[in-house]
């Protein structure tokens, strides 16, 4: 090792350990101190840059910054001790130290900024450090020789400009923290933040800072969005377990007080718009722990139909991105911890919670869009062809459910196989059944309206292909072609890139049903998924066992299969009437009728059941006690109220999401968790549904006479209704749920767990 080289640590070290020295002392002149901490950043910059690898070696630029947080912490002990008591008789020594502590934060960004400058000079052809690089004008680049880069040395320099920028933003987070007096401005904490996912974003640390300013402001539902970010990559951030936990254990906390955690951070937002947050965090937070607790179907159903009425009403500018990735991550998660310990029944319960659920909005997702593609149909029933130069019949409801539609697209091609492989008579089952369902309706009403071929490509990523970059849950081979250029291999460009010319949104929204429409016909392409595209036709069609395919390419299947979710205009009058009489409504009296409109679909679905498998019900529709059949009470379960005052569940609701019903093998075929029921824990019969003759999943007369018996008196439409349990056990529900092998993918957890809360500055 060259002499200069160390020599020049040496000197460096000195300095750093004076520093630490008058820091732990809490020493009395400020100044002193941010001259010596200025000292020591020029001695570690010049080991740095005189041979890079030796300062990786020492870990030098981590035991710089690990001075500038004891720094920092020093300068919050003198603050502190100001206001907690003393600080009006002395002003002016307070004012004197606020300002030191700036000069500190302000020293200490133009550093990091110098430092990511210089090592886009030094490691010239590095285009992610440039972009950054050129973003910062503090400093003249360096000139002179530049180092010789090898592929090695590249994810050194990149991780170094990854970690510079996740420093930038807490000393900007500090700055607001300390010394804001009145609104908090994070806008610089996040964007260094986003800039550092930018550079890795395979590492889940941008996103777990982001949740340290998400708890700050309030805002539980970006909390939980970061936290699950930060752990669905494949570099997790090692304590955003366990401040996932903290946070959970808050909701809890305030849910048994009777409070809801409503999104403080967003004062904009309509009251049932907070409401629709307060209840999905605390549904997560319950579904987390894997047991089973009174009101989870209630609550499940509050959740997704409030969503499909606040889709309808208004933009949720970006909530249904999150809420979207929130419940794909969650799962994901719950099926990393299940591998750590495969033989847990409350692991195990969790996944199935949070599988369920990701069934239960795709459905609903689907079910808003699919009258907004009917919308588009001419009185002959026909489709004028949608291009780049008729995208403007999309409507405004559809432009705000197709970017999270096709992030879930995505998630149906990756779980798939888990929802196909589901065996027994279980109410997960029957739902993935009907999603399939209407999930081939709605490729049938998209495949109507456009042509591939007449749709312009778009080459770069869209809003939500760059949000999703390094997401664990869509690492698989089938979406490359979200990311990459097929042709070349090479990845798409950003959005805002430099030279990338962004298509017209209405364009952009048109790529986004093509994709999904190619998605559909991936997934028709493999035998085993119950889906299939008919050939010589634009129809995609659902199929059940046993049921010839003659059957479903006649016309009369094919008519059915389209018009699943046509409404009248007496049905929407219907639901307004009934939405006002409802008992309990958690929906006021002037809903409007774009809400009624998705009511009145979910009242036809309900209706379209019956008939299909030979139940007793009645014909008429009849409002059911919430606690029976919550979600047929237009528009929402009346068990919840959307005002302002606290929210507590009854002691009398039953429980829900327990798969008890189920009579099939033991979870990887494992006999020791084939419990035999008990009589006690046998569930009594819901309630009926009504008659679903007229709709598009009414049988013909082949399908009628060769129906199999034992399809008798369970209901497709159990998506929304499941019967009730007074009593509700984990082992029950759980160990009689056969989770196929083939649920597990092959990668491994590579990342650590943590127990507990870190109390440093950096964690929350």
């Not at 509700?728 to 507990?756: A, D, K």
Request: with cysteine; hydrophobic share 35%.
């Amino acid at each position: 090792m060259d002499a200069k080289i160390l020599e020049a640590w040496r000197a460096a070290q000195k300095s750093g350990k004076q520093l630490r020295s008058l820091v732990a002392d809490l020493h009395e002149d400020q100044h002193e101190i941010n001259r010596l901490l200025t000292v020591y950043r020029a001695q570690c910059d010049a080991v740095i840059f005189l041979h890079f690898e030796y300062a990786q070696i020492k870990n030098i630029e981590l035991t710089l910054w690990d001075t500038h947080g004891k720094v920092n912490s020093y300068y919050r002990k003198l603050l502190r001790q100001f206001k907690n008591g003393g600080g009006k008789r002395r002003v002016v020594e307070q004012r004197k130290l606020m300002k030191s502590y700036l000069d500190f934060i302000k020293a200490s960004q133009r550093h990091y900024r110098n430092h990511i400058q210089k090592l886009g000079s030094y490691f010239g052809g590095i285009a992610e450090v440039d972009a950054i690089a050129r973003r910062f004008s503090t400093a003249a680049p360096m000139t002179g020789e530049t180092a010789t880069l090898t592929s090695e040395l590249r994810q050194h320099v990149l991780s170094s400009c990854h970690q510079n920028l996740i420093r930038l933003g807490d000393l900007s987070r500090y700055r607001e923290t300390e010394l804001a007096t009145k609104e908090r401005n994070w806008g610089p904490a996040i964007g260094y933040y986003g800039l550092a996912g930018t550079i890795r974003p395979s590492s889940g640390a941008s996103h777990n800072q982001l949740a340290v300013i998400a708890l700050a402001d309030g805002s539980y539902l970006r909390y939980t969005y970061h936290l699950y970010r930060a752990l669905a990559v494949s570099e997790p951030h090692p304590t955003a377990e366990g401040n996932l936990e903290i946070g959970f254990k808050k909701i809890n906390a305030a849910h048994k007080k009777g409070e809801l955690m409503e999104d403080a951070a967003q004062k904009d937002h309509s009251n049932s718009t907070k409401a629709l947050l307060g209840w999905f965090v605390r549904l997560h937070a319950q579904c987390y722990k894997g047991l089973d607790f009174i009101g989870h179907e209630e609550l499940e159903n509050e959740v997704v139909s409030q969503l499909a009425i606040e889709l309808k009403e208004r933009s949720l500018e970006g909530i249904l991105q999150k809420i979207v990735l929130v419940n794909i991550a969650a799962e994901y998660f719950a099926l990393v911890r299940l591998q750590s310990q495969p033989g847990s029944l409350v692991l195990r319960q969790a996944y199935l919670y949070f599988l369920r659920l990701n069934v239960k909005t795709m459905f609903t997702l689907l079910q808003v869009l699919q009258p907004e593609l009917e919308c588009l149909a001419t009185e002959s029933g026909l489709y004028p062809r949608l291009n780049a130069k008729g995208s403007e019949r999309i409507t405004a409801v559809a432009r705000r459910v197709l970017p999270g539609l096709r992030q879930y697209s995505s998630w149906l091609i990756c779980t798939s196989n888990a929802l196909i492989t589901l065996v027994g008579d279980t109410a997960l089952e029957v739902q993935a059944k009907e999603l399939w369902k209407t999930y081939a309706n709605t490729l049938t009403l998209i495949a109507a309206g456009i042509t591939a071929s007449d749709l312009p490509t778009i080459e770069y990523l869209l809003e939500e292909d760059e949000d999703t970059l390094g997401f664990k849950p869509f690492e698989h081979e089938s979406l490359q072609e979200r990311y990459k250029n097929l042709e070349t291999g090479a990845p798409k460009p950003r959005l805002h890139a430099v030279n990338v010319k962004r298509q017209h949104p209405n364009v952009e929204m048109l790529g986004r049903m093509c994709n999904f429409l190619t998605d559909g016909g991936s997934l028709a392409l493999n035998k085993s998924i119950p889906i299939e595209l008919l050939n010589e036709t634009t129809t995609f069609a659902y199929r059940e066992e046993g049921m010839p395919s003659e059957l479903m390419a006649s016309p009369e299947g094919r008519h059915a299969t389209i018009s699943s979710t046509s409404i009248d205009r007496e049905d929407i009058s219907q639901a307004r009437e009934a939405t006002v009489n409802a008992p309990k409504s958690i929906i006021n009296d002037e809903v409007s009728q774009s809400a009624s409109v998705s009511v009145s679909a979910n009242m036809g679905m309900n209706e379209m059941v019956d008939k299909i498998v030979g139940s007793e019900a009645t014909n008429d529709f009849e409002c059911q006690d919430s606690h029976a059949n919550p979600i047929r009470a237009p528009p929402t379960p009346p068990s919840y109220s959307f005002d302002e005052s606290p929210v507590k569940t009854s002691g009398n609701d039953t429980s829900y999401g327990v798969f008890g019903t189920s009579t099939v093998q033991g979870f990887l075929n494992d006999s020791k968790y084939n419990t035999p029921r008990q009589p006690s824990q046998q569930r009594t019969p819901g309630p009926l549904l009504p008659s679903i003759y007229n709709t598009v999943f009414a049988p013909t007369a082949n399908e009628v006479s060769s129906r199999p018996s034992t399809a008798k008196g369970l209901s497709p439409n159990r998506l929304l209704l499941q019967p009730q349990a007074k009593e509700y056990h984990v082992q029950s529900s759980v160990s009689s749920m056969h989770v196929p092998s083939s649920m597990f993918p092959s990668y491994t957890p590579q990342f650590r767990v943590g127990n507990g809360y870190r109390s440093q500055q950096d964690t929350i």
